[in-house]
């Protein structure tokens, strides 16, 4: 009898890792989107849940409950590394000391000159169809999360300057460190050769 690869709701039984991606905006919310890395159990990345709230003091401490939570859920089989991946060090180290193991999104993926090559590259695992949601995370992106209408980048990518919705950047950062853990390193510039 062959694994059954997802439930009725979408969520994977079986999955490499269950992470986190978090970008807060700047008016004290926190956007974080929860994902399973499945390249080997079928789809290769799903969208679990996600949700938009107001930094409390139990932020981090809910966001490592969550990620545990989902990682029996979906059969996670590697243990956990890191519970989020945020966007800044202060972040990091907030999440740090709240009991939530998380380091910063590579920094040259959060510049202003990387946003169009994240859009891209989101868009194109899109395209590929290597990005599912269950259930649960597509009823609220068409909800009104909130009172903001849902997830204002999914399922597709716009063009253009990146907007202060956190939503956007918290989903473009899975997509591409989920999918393309090459994209983690910084870019090495070619080296000159001098002739002489």
Known sequence: MPIQLKDDDGFPTVCEAVFATAVPDDVGRLCVVYWARCEAYGDPLRV??????NFSADTWPNVAKRVEELRRRCGAR????????????TLAHQANARGCLAIPVPTHLTTQDAWQGLVTAAASHLADGNVKLTKTAWAKANSDLNGRGGF???????????????????????????????????PTPAKVKVVR
């Open 152 to 186: 204002a980048g999914l399922p597709r990518m716009h063009p253009g300057p990146r907007s202060d919705d956190p939503t956007v950047p918290a989903w473009l950062y899975g997509v591409v460190l989920g999918l393309d853990p090459a994209s983690a390193k910084p």
């Open 48 to 53: 679990l849940d996600w949700d938009l709230a």
């Open 78 to 89: 590697q243990p956990p590394s890191i519970v989020a991946l945020v966007e800044g060090e």
